[in-house]
């Protein structure tokens, strides 16, 4: 702190120069306070700036037409760069789906809690592996679909049934079903 | 370096005694800028611009490197990743304008912190290598700021690049091939977009490393003083912490406060509106100019209008390399025993008529290229050359001084104390061996 | 050794030798024939004084006029000149919502490139409110073929490329006249060329752009705004054009005020912090003497304190 340098200096009573101390202190201490402050003020928008620009998150949403995918069909479409599974399942990949006991489940979910009211043939997830994020087979004309007639991942043979539940194989959770809603009966959003 | 009174550093704490035996940083921190560096007592304002040179050599870095994430160094993207930046990046547009306004702010800092040097006599022994380190790191600033006025990509950028590198053609015989190996390529184009924006990002650190050799050379004899008088004894010392981090820290605080003014209300005042318009190699601006910091040498490069012997682009050339070049120099060309302006009358004088005739250079390189302008720009940068290798070899021959205080703690008591006889300038005039 | 010395006399007198020599040249050069003057010079006029919301360091934006600009350049300005650096979705910064985007984005009059998804050939889309405003043309040559060989700028950035900014802007729509005909009388070879237009407010005093705002009324405003003037048209466009440049001008503004307000406090407790650790420093310097001559350290005020004359 505030050396005594040589003579000259006549000193305060001791009182009063330890009550100096203290104030003196608390207005260094305020200085430094105040500065640490914008440090910190400096560095939110430093780290701030990381995270997606404006136009990426303009991107967030995607529309999607389905009005020309028949019963039994699926497409891929990309959302926030990545693929999406739009499938119309048929009445017995349905039926498939609900006769499975929950028990039998490593991600337990029911085809009613994947899909919207009323549209339950709609299956909608995320195209990308729970294990290690490939992209399953299963959407195209005679792509394998795997051993329950869902979705097949080639990497490490993870097996999804027609829920895209995971069934076999190192996938620990059931293809992700991303938020969505049906802005009409032939166009869906997507995020 | 040490004075024999610098409070030596003793840890009390367990863990930096620990930390101490293994890898002294602290121990040499606290005797660079802490309790263990004695500073003398009377240093002015002039003497907190080194601090904010290095404050904002830190500010650069930091805003560039969080640039560089966002920037595309494309010919076809650059300038559109910078409008990118602008409009989309969270808090992009204060980070943009607070590394383009940092760059004005680390040169007007570093130009203050010069004619400190210069007229405080901070480059005479022995601190000669502490100057010339600061030389090179501003020529090493100059390249930096102009590679880095580049990357946009604006009309500006492109033909700036275009004059500056038109310049090595003015060498006879390798100048146009070492103008197109600079380039890698016949005109500033994507080769040249990407190798400046590597060497951009690559030079700042290289002038980091030099700050640190220049500091090292000047806490080898210690910090010089407005009196220019050595420091004797412990009365004539302060520990640079507490005293001088305070005093920098409310200098850096009133400091921001003027850039932040700049960066927030002004952000676009000192460049060129021209650099936000997409480089178009086929259409030249009006007028091409750099950003002001280099406008000085701008002016003494467009000065030279006649061939002699040489022919005048040469010659503009070859003067402006010369006229940062003289400065290593400096040294030997003032050869005055007494440091201090303060007390060498006629090389004050001169001093200040430098002053104005450098900031005249200034004013004409920012203006087009009119006779007036350029008659002027002649003048006085005629008067420059003078100046450093005429003029100030014979004040220091021929001046008179004022008498020197005998110590800095005596000039700060204002002759309360005195003291025995001391080194250095003797009381009255002397013609002193040139 | 004597030559080594002489070496800085003799390369400060070459420098300064021969820039005293170009100066002499000029000089004679100046008087002998003295340049030429231009239309420019003498016709060439200061762009006229604009006043907008955005102005000043507390300036912010005036989104109802920001909408007027918008329809100016939406009606007039978008058939010739690119938007290329805005989104539709930016349009909420002038307080538009969802569902107006949304159908501006579809009815815009140009659509966006595209490929056909079924035959892989080039086609277009209608545009997303993700999308940025596309140029009305598909590249520079379908520009300058359509324009005489002008080439109209994107308008994104105008204001912050020229001189002058929104004011200038504002000068060049207002400043359309006929050439004067002193003009003509003593520089005949400055007469507007056939296909350009004469504006004493653009650089060479003729521009290609014919007048695109020409009569009162040309866009119809909303009830509650006022009337569509050329005047007010022209400078509702250069405020919208503002905001194109910098859309973070408002934000800009009130952070900066609140930064400074900071800086300003955290300068006065730092300026007394640093007072309070140099006080005893301070205090023995002003305990201190007057002045003795021959030690004289700071010359004006010390003399004076002291009484020494000189």
């Known amino acids: ?191 | 370096m040490s004075f024999a009174w610098a409070k030596p550093y003793e840890p009390k704490h367990p863990f930096m005694r620990w930390l101490d035996e293994r890898l002294p940083l602290p121990r040499l921190a606290y005797g660079a800028v802490g309790g263990g560096y004695p500073v003398p007592r009377n240093l002015n304002y002039l003497w907190n611009f080194g601090f904010l040179a290095g404050l904002f050599l830190t500010i650069q870095i930091v805003t560039g490197i969080v640039l560089a994430m966002w920037y595309y160094a494309s010919a076809d993207g650059a300038f559109n990743s910078v409008e990118h930046i602008m409009r989309d990046v969270n808090a992009g547009w204060v980070i943009r304008y607070a590394h383009m306004n940092g760059a004005s702010f680390f040169f007007i800092v570093v130009y203050i912190h010069i004619f400190r040097g210069l007229f405080y006599g901070s480059y005479k022994a022995p601190r000669e290598l502490v100057w010339m380190l600061g030389l090179v790191i501003y020529l090493l600033m100059m390249a930096t700021a102009f590679m880095g006025y580049v990357l946009p990509w604006g009309q500006m950028s492109y033909w700036g690049a275009q004059v500056i590198t038109g310049f090595f053609s003015a060498f006879p015989l390798v100048g146009e091939p070492v103008r197109i190996w600079l380039l890698g390529g016949y005109a500033p184009d994507q080769a040249a977009l990407t190798r400046f924006f590597s060497l951009h990002y690559l030079l700042p650190f290289v002038i980091a490393a030099v700050v640190i050799l220049h500091i090292w050379a000047l806490h080898i004899p210690g910090s010089g003083n407005p009196t220019g008088v050595d420091v004797k004894d412990e009365k004539d010392t302060l520990p640079f912490h507490p005293f001088y981090t305070a005093k920098d820290g409310w200098a850096t605080a009133a400091f921001v406060l003027l850039y932040a003014l700049f960066v927030y209300f002004a952000p676009n005042y000192l460049g060129h509106p021209d650099n936000y318009i997409p480089a178009n190699p086929l259409a030249t601006p009006a007028h091409i100019v750099p950003e002001w910091y280099f406008w000085p040498f701008y002016a003494i490069l467009r000065a030279f209008t006649v061939d002699f012997i040489l022919p005048a682009k040469l010659w503009g050339v070859l003067a402006m390399f010369g006229s940062i070049l003289l400065l290593f120099f400096l040294p030997w060309l003032d050869r005055s025993p007494v440091r201090s302006g303060s007390y060498r009358p006629l090389f004050k004088t001169f001093f200040w008529v430098l002053v104005a005739d450098v900031l005249v250079l200034g004013w004409c390189g920012g203006a087009p290229a009119t006779p007036l302008y350029v008659g002027l720009s002649q003048l006085a940068a005629a008067y420059y050359f003078a100046h450093f290798l005429i003029i100030l070899p014979l004040i220091s021959k021929f001046e008179t001084t004022l008498p020197l205080p005998n110590s800095i703690s005596e000039s700060v008591l204002h002759g309360e104390k005195k003291e025995a006889a001391p080194a250095g300038a003797p009381a009255h005039s002397t013609t002193v061996a040139g | 050794m004597l030559l080594f010395r002489a070496i800085k006399y003799l390369v400060g007198l070459a420098f300064a030798g021969v820039l005293l020599l170009s100066f002499f040249v000029g000089v004679s050069t100046y008087i002998s024939s003295p340049p030429e003057p231009t239309a420019e010079e003498e016709f060439h006029l200061e762009h006229k004084h604009l006043a907008l919301a955005s102005d000043g360091p507390f300036g912010k934006f005036d989104n109802k006029q920001l909408q007027r600009g918008f329809q100016v350049y939406k009606e007039v300005c978008s058939a010739c000149h690119g938007l290329s650096l805005v989104a539709f979705h930016d349009l909420e910064g002038l307080g538009y919502n969802e569902a107006e985007i949304k159908a501006i984005a579809n009815q815009w009059q140009t659509e966006v490139p595209s490929v056909n998804p079924d035959t892989g050939e080039a086609a277009t889309r209608k545009a997303l409110t993700s999308d940025k405003f596309p140029s009305p043309y598909a590249n520079e040559t379908a520009a300058r073929a359509a324009n005489n060989n002008a080439l109209p700028p994107d308008l994104s950035l105008i204001t912050k490329a020229r001189e002058g900014g929104a004011a200038y802007v504002y000068s060049i729509l207002t400043g359309y006249r006929a050439q004067p005909a002193e003009l003509v009388k003593k520089f005949p070879a400055a007469k507007t060329p056939e296909g350009l237009h004469y504006n004493p407010y653009f650089p060479n005093l003729n521009l290609a752009m014919p007048p695109p705002l020409t009569a009162d009324g040309q866009v119809t405003y909303a009830p509650g705004n006022p009337a569509p003037t050329v005047d007010q048209m022209a400078k509702d466009v250069a405020a919208f054009l503002v905001w194109t440049a910098e859309p973070k001008l408002a934000k800009r503004h009130a952070s900066g005020i609140a930064v400074v307000i900071f800086l300003a406090f955290a300068t006065g407790l730092a300026y007394l912090a640093y007072r309070n650790i140099w006080r005893e420093q301070k205090a023995k310097v002003r305990e201190t003497g007057p002045l003795e001559p021959e030690h004289q350290a700071k010359s004006g005020r010390a003399k004076r304190k002291a009484g020494v004359a000189g």
């Open chain 1, 1 to 191: 702190m505030a050396t005594k340098a040589s003579a000259g200096v006549t000193d305060h009573t001791e009182g009063s120069a330890s009550e100096g101390v203290r104030r003196r202190d608390f207005l260094n201490v305020a200085a430094v306070s105040f500065a640490g402050v914008g440090v910190v003020a400096v560095a939110l928008p430093l780290i701030d700036q990381m995270n997606p620009p404006a136009d990426v998150l303009a991107l967030a949403s995607t529309e999607v037409d389905i009005s020309k995918i028949a019963p039994g069909q699926a497409i891929k479409t990309i959302w926030r760069k990545q693929p999406v599974f739009l499938r119309n399942l048929t009445p017995q990949e349905i039926q498939a789906a609900n006769s499975v006991p929950l028990s039998e489940l490593r991600d337990p979910q029911t085809l009613a809690e994947r899909t919207k009211p009323g549209k339950t043939n709609w299956l909608i997830t995320m195209g990308v592996c729970t294990h290690l994020g490939c992209i399953p087979l299963g959407t195209g004309e005679g792509e394998n679909r795997g051993p329950y007639g869902g979705y097949f991942c080639p990497c490490h043979g993870s097996a999804y049934d027609t829920a895209a539940r995971i069934r076999q194989g190192p996938a620990p959770r059931n293809l992700d079903v991303p938020e969505y809603e049906f802005v009409s009966d032939t166009t869906v959003r997507i995020g």
